[in-house]
C-alpha cells in the first residue's frame, strides 16, 4: 500500500483546469521534493514535473505543481483530449530510505 | 541523445532465475542513479530499488529488499535487475530510469525511461 494518497479519477471537459491533490507525510512529501509523472496508455511514464514545480524541457505550461506541507498538488489547465492518462507524484521516504510513488488518478477528458 | 535501451520480453517458469538489462547511452553511465519501477497488470507504480554505477551504492524499497537483485557493469553501461527463483506475482512489466538531477536523493526524481521489459511468469 502507497504511502502517497491520491484519487483515483479527475476529469473535465476540454479547456477546463483540473487539480490533483497527493497527501503524504513530514517523511516524505513534507521534508523532500515531490515530482510527477504522466503515463499514457500503453508507453512507459514521462517526468512532467520534478523539485516540486519544475517543468523538464518540452512539458507544455499548462502543467504545474505545488507543494504546501506535507501535501502536493498537480494542476492541469486548458485540458486537451491528450492530456486522458495516469497521473503519479512521488516524494523520496526517508523512513522509508526510498522512494515512493503515489497511488495514481486516472484523467479522463469528457 | 539519453536513451536506455532494456532487454526483450521473458516468458519463464516459476522456480527460474532471470536476469533484465537496460543499457545507458548519450551521458556518464557512472554519474547518475539508475533504478527499477514494477508495475503490475493494471496497475501503479511501485519502486524497488536503485544503484550508482560509479561506485555500487545501492538502495532498495523495503517491499525488494531480499528479493530481487540490482546490479550494474559499467564497462558496458548495462544496469540489470535479477531474480534467483521466479514467482507468478513476478508478472509484470519493469522499467529502468535515470535521475540526472542531483547525487543527493533528496532530489530524486526519474527523468529519463526505458521502454520497459514485460516479465511473464507461468507455468
Known amino acids: 500500500q502507497s504511502v502517497l494518497t491520491q484519487p483515483p479519477s479527475a476529469s473535465g471537459t476540454p479547456g477546463q483546469r483540473v487539480t490533483i491533490s497527493c497527501s503524504g507525510s513530514?517523511?516524505?512529501?513534507?521534508?523532500?521534493?515531490v515530482s510527477w509523472y504522466q503515463q499514457l496508455p500503453g508507453t512507459a511514464p514521462k517526468l512532467l514535473i520534478y523539485?516540486?514545480?519544475q517543468r523538464p524541457s518540452g512539458v507544455p505550461d499548462r502543467f504545474s505543481g505545488s507543494k504546501s506541507g506535507t501535501s502536493a498538488s498537480l494542476a492541469i489547465s486548458g485540458l486537451r483530449s491528450e492530456d486522458e492518462a495516469d497521473y503519479y507524484c512521488?516524494?523520496?521516504?526517508?523512513?522509508?530510505?526510498?522512494?515512493?510513488f503515489g497511488t495514481g488518478t486516472k484523467v479522463t477528458v469528457l | 541523445e539519453v536513451q536506455l535501451v532494456q532487454s526483450g520480453a521473458e516468458v519463464k517458469k516459476p522456480g527460474e532465475s532471470l536476469k533484465i538489462s537496460c543499457k545507458g547511452s548519450?551521458?556518464?553511465?557512472?554519474?547518475?542513479?539508475i533504478g527499477w519501477v514494477r508495475q503490475m497488470p493494471g496497475k501503479g507504480l511501485e519502486w524497488m530499488g536503485i544503484?550508482?554505477?560509479?561506485?555500487?551504492?545501492?538502495r532498495y524499497s523495503p517491499s525488494f529488499q531480499g528479493q530481487v537483485t540490482i546490479s550494474a557493469d559499467k564497462s558496458i553501461s548495462t544496469a540489470y535487475l535479477q531474480w534467483s527463483s521466479l514467482k507468478a506475482s513476478d508478472t509484470a512489466m519493469y522499467y529502468c530510469?535515470?535521475?540526472?538531477?542531483?547525487?543527493?536523493?533528496?532530489?530524486?526524481?526519474?527523468?529519463?525511461w526505458g521502454k520497459g521489459t514485460t516479465v511473464t511468469v507461468s507455468s
Open positions: 530510469a535515470i535521475s540526472s538531477g542531483s547525487y543527493s536523493l533528496s532530489y530524486y526524481y526519474m527523468d529519463v
Open positions: 548519450g551521458y556518464s553511465f557512472t554519474s547518475y542513479w
Open positions: 544503484i550508482y554505477p560509479g561506485d555500487s551504492d545501492t
Open positions: 513530514s517523511s516524505n512529501i513534507g521534508s523532500n521534493y
Open positions: 523539485r516540486n514545480n
Open positions: 512521488a516524494a523520496w521516504d526517508d523512513r522509508l530510505s526510498g522512494y515512493v
